[in-house]
């Protein structure tokens, strides 16, 4: 009978245990609720024209670059601040296009 209580005692300060851990956890996430920000570009559009130029228009909140790649080519953009269009050169319609902003990495299709 007294291991019986023991067994009892133990399963209900591991069950406190747990329940304080998760009101810990759910204490800090809504203390730092709305505090995590970040800045991130976003691709517009990628459009392929039939002289060899991949039409790319990038909207950014801050100045920075961005490093595009895709199969047969790469070219590094200086991205501003608002929306603005960048035209490359390549030599081929390329499927896919991989844009590297420092803190994102996006992949886009190119559009139809």
Request: aromatic share 8%; proline share 2%.
């Amino acid at each position: 009978m007294p291991s019986l209580d023991l067994l009892s005692q133990v399963l209900f300060v591991g069950l406190m245990a747990m329940f304080l851990y998760v009101l810990y956890r759910r204490f800090i996430a809504m203390m730092m609720r709305g505090r995590n920000q970040g800045v991130y570009a976003r691709v517009v559009s990628c459009t392929w024209s039939d002289e060899g130029h991949i039409g790319v228009t990038i909207e950014a909140q801050e100045v920075g670059s961005c490093h595009v790649e895709w199969e047969g080519g790469e070219s590094k953009l200086d991205v501003t601040k608002g929306t603005h269009k960048h035209n490359m050169k390549a030599a081929s319609r390329p499927e896919m296009l991989k844009f590297d902003f420092g803190n994102q990495v996006v992949r886009r299709r190119m559009d139809v």
